[in-house]
């Protein structure tokens, strides 16, 4: 099982971001998704959820308004795309399966002006 992670960089706060993860060695359009993220010095953050086929999504409310988790089952990956982003939102940003397996790398999301 493998996650590769994409899309971070350096916005100012206000910009928008989109994250890809390429997700590989399991049944992607079986299985439910999400997105994680960790701030220096803080836990790993559950940011948003969506369902196998993508009918059911749920966010945090740190992402609510903000935040749209989608997917693409024939490319077996999963998107966050963010916008009006602040700085809270500094941290690396990981996808994973439901329920979760091996961590990829991560991207880095910089918010910072």
């Known amino acids: 099982v493998q996650f590769v992670e994409s899309g971070g960089g350096l916005v100012q706060p206000g910009g928008s971001l989109r994250l890809s993860c390429a997700a590989s060695?399991?049944?992607?359009?079986?299985?439910?998704m999400r997105w994680y993220r960790q701030a220096p010095g803080k836990e790993r953050e559950l940011v948003a959820d969506?369902?196998?086929?993508?009918?059911?999504?749920t966010y945090a409310d740190a992402a609510k308004g903000r935040f749209t988790i989608s997917r693409d089952n024939w490319k077996s990956t999963v998107y966050l795309q963010m916008n009006s982003l602040k700085l809270e939102d500094t941290a690396v940003y990981y996808c994973?399966?439901?329920?979760?397996?091996?961590w990829g790398r991560g991207t880095q999301v910089t918010v910072s002006s």
């Open positions: 969506i369902s196998f086929g993508g009918g059911h999504i």
């Open positions: 994973n399966s439901v329920p979760p397996n091996n």
């Open positions: 060695g399991f049944s992607f359009g079986s299985t439910g």
